[in-house]
């Protein structure tokens, strides 16, 4: 199985911004084949849906995140991002990112939005 990493987390107030980046190591056909998305989960919450793009970059997102978050992808690099503007408090959460259909989960990455 091909470990993903997740990074970019971290602490921002309501309404600020963060980019996640989900990366390997190597390439993998993860990145130029397979529908990528991102996930995360609040504690005490099961792990629910954010965003996912697909080979060709076609994009879909959860209502709760919709023309806040975008998912972008970069085949070359590895590499799967997802921009998050205007934040809320709802959105406190470990953010993962896996293909579609899912692999192994990785740590994930810590974001937490507070004043």
């Known amino acids: 199985q091909v470990q993903l990493v997740e990074s970019g987390g971290g602490l921002v107030q309501p309404g600020g911004s963060l980019k996640l980046s989900c990366a390997t190591a190597?390439?993998?056909?993860?990145?130029?084949?397979?529908?990528m998305g991102w996930y995360r989960q609040a504690p005490g919450k099961q792990r629910e849906f954010v965003a996912t793009i697909t080979r060709t970059r076609s994009t879909n997102y959860a209502d709760s995140v919709k023309g806040r978050f975008s998912i972008s992808r970069d085949n070359p690099k590895n590499t799967v991002y997802l921009q998050m503007n205007s934040l809320k408090p709802e959105d406190t959460a470990v953010y993962f990112c896996n293909a579609v259909p899912a692999g192994v989960w990785g740590q994930g990455t810590q974001v937490t939005v507070s004043s």
């Open positions: 190597r390439s993998t056909p993860i990145f130029s084949v397979y529908t």
